[in-house]
């Protein structure tokens, strides 16, 4: 039977659900084994337990958050070299793709970059454009490296009882250019307690329409238990943080619904949006190019429709 | 300071992009300066205007800005941009054989001309916006033995000590990353607003080098680049559907409990 790794994506000593995702694209594959980076693996092993895995490998001694992709990229070139699986599978998280990057390089093989599915056949199935062509693509060289998008895949728990093996490494077992690079600090994006923006089931965006002022999009994202988004005007004129901007050059969201508030829906912004499975916008100007895409739209002024919305939402929840 | 600031001409983001043969159709498209590369192109410049004595760079200043890039001939007008912003010289890599290159490809051609000179410095933008792979300085980095420093929000440079600085922005938050260069950076379009050519400059680039070379003047094997030599390939491509177009209701004092409605509508709530 053939063998995948895939990336194990852990943060504040949470597996992501992106990295389950993972796991039941390899069970399609294969047998799945997880590398685990991390210095404290008990509970990501325990989490590990309710995802279609059969082998995890735990590699510790150096603290890999404090580096580039570099050293977690040759650790698994080398695990690659070693165990000849025919996929190696990470999230499209920025540097998860900068692993596959590198890995690609290390053991000259192909790379697939945000794939939206994956079949047994290694057939990787790409959004592309902006969202307007679908793209089949398939590795034809090497191990078969693809990161897949989150929410790509309905994540069904399971129990398994993965077997472990450990490889302790130290700052000595790497070729000094896998650690040119370090992190001298870390200020931890602070999620508020909403969802994560690229795993949320939905999401509400603000963009140029709330003039600066989030709090009916944040209202109605929370009643909603809803990440919120941003478009690049609204983050370039420094109204949300740059971590939640929505679109081209920020993240690229495809969740259940997508509720665009003040946003009118430029190519920049659909580029991260538009697979959504329903859209929703809110928007004074009729015209904007955001209703085209839409389910669902209303024409009105943002600070009166999200208030009554969310003040329905809440009482239908009650 | 010797920067090199590799960047890719794509289609104007704005036009319809489609596919043809396999790849993207670049022909029946205008084509310009990735943007995110401008960003790039512009920190080069701040960075000089920094470090440089006499606030430029070129002959005798001790700093130079060369452009990088891949492409078809066409591309000279993308770089003929950058130049026009303020950057010294060009390199550009133009062979029949690399259409059709993948991301290792592409990464294997720019570090070969990057690692035949002697850089302190490469700038890239995070992604181009037409594959938008966001792979190619990670990729240049391994293949070249830099420290790879990407997603900067912030760059801050001390040549006397080569010691490079960044505030790298991520999902997880912001990180403060530290190297000695020479160094692969990746800058985020919040880095800073880039210059529009001044007519002066568009003028001056007009008598800048663009030196191009080809496969074999870099000693690269044509079949190891190209569409035959890619690692990956499309087995097909169609355009999606459109939207179907969806209900539309003007808020007359009542648009938020419509929207609630059809969330119960649709099971959401």
């Known amino acids: 039977m053939s063998q995948v790794f895939i990336l194990v994506d852990h943060v504040g000593g949470h597996i992501t659900k992106a990295t389950s995702e993972l796991a039941l694209f390899g069970n399609r594959i294969g047998e799945v084994t997880a590398l685990i980076f991390s210095n404290e693996s008990s509970p990501l092993l325990e989490e590990l337990k309710t995802m279609y895995v059969d082998r995890a490998v735990v590699i510790e001694g150096i603290n890999f958050d404090s580096y580039s992709a570099a050293p977690v990229a040759r650790i698994v070139a080398n695990l690659i070299s070693e165990k000849s699986p025919s996929a190696f599978l990470v999230s499209s998280t920025v540097k998860g793709k900068e692993v596959a990057a590198r890995a690609a390089v290390l053991t000259n093989s192909g790379l697939i970059t945000d794939a939206i599915d994956l079949t047994s056949e290694l057939v990787a199935t790409q959004s592309i454009f902006g969202g307007s062509t679908t793209v089949h693509s398939q590795v034809t060289h090497g191990c078969a490296i693809v990161t897949l998008r989150s929410n790509s895949i309905e994540v069904e728990a399971t129990t398994s009882n993965p077997v472990v093996e450990t490889v302790v490494v130290s700052v000595d077992s790497f070729d000094p250019s896998a650690l040119l690079d370090q992190v001298i600090s870390l200020e931890a994006t602070v999620s508020g307690g909403r969802p994560e923006l690229t795993e949320a089931a939905i999401v509400v965006s603000g963009g140029r329409g709330t003039n600066g002022d989030f709090t009916p999009v944040e209202a109605l994202a929370d009643s909603l238990g809803a990440a919120v988004g941003a478009s690049r005007a609204a983050t370039d004129a420094g109204w949300y943080p740059h971590s939640h901007q929505v679109g081209q050059t920020g993240k690229t969201v495809s969740p259940q619904l997508y509720l665009a508030c003040g946003i009118s829906g430029a190519i920049q912004h659909r580029a991260g949006m538009q697979t959504s499975k329903m859209i929703i916008a809110v928007n004074k100007d009729a015209e904007a190019p955001i209703f085209d895409l839409v389910d669902f739209g209303v024409v009105g002024d943002l600070f009166a429709v999200l208030p009554q919305a969310t003040a329905g939402i809440l009482s239908k929840k009650s | ?269």
């Open chain 2, 1 to 269: 300071m010797k920067i090199a600031v590799c960047v890719k001409q794509v289609p104007d983001s704005w036009a319809e992009k489609k596919m043809a043969g396999g790849l993207l159709d670049r022909a029946n498209v205008d084509a310009v300066l990735n943007d995110l590369d401008e960003y790039a192109v512009e920190e080069a410049l701040r960075l000089v205007e920094a470090h440089s004595p006499t606030g430029a760079s070129g002959e005798g200043s001790g700093h130079s800005i060369t452009i990088i890039s891949m492409g078809p001939d066409r591309a000279t007008e993308a770089i003929r941009k950058a130049l026009s912003m303020g950057a010294d010289d060009a390199i550009l890599v133009t062979d029949p054989a690399l259409s059709g290159s993948d991301a290792l490809a592409t990464s294997l051609v720019l570090a070969t001309v990057i690692g035949a000179n002697d850089f302190d410095l490469i700038l890239c933008g995070t992604e181009s916006t037409d594959a938008r792979m966001s792979v190619i300085p990670a990729m240049l980095a391994q293949r070249l033995g830099f420290a790879q420093l990407t997603f900067a929000g912030s760059i801050s440079v001390v040549p006397e000590t080569s010691q490079i600085t960044i505030a790298r922005m991520t999902d997880v938050g912001v990180e403060n990353m530290k190297a000695k260069l020479p160094a692969v950076v990746s800058v985020i379009e919040k880095i800073n607003e880039p210059r529009y050519p001044s007519f002066k400059g568009i003028m001056a680039s007009k008598k800048k080098t663009i030196e191009v070379k080809s496969l074999s003047d870099l000693g690269i094997d044509p079949d190891t680049v190209g569409m035959s030599a890619a690692w990956s390939e499309v087995k097909d491509a169609q355009a999606r559907p459109p939207r179907a177009a969806g209900v539309k209701v003007v808020d007359d004092g009542n648009g938020g409990n419509a929207l609630v409605d059809f969330l119960v509508e649709k099971r959401v709530i």
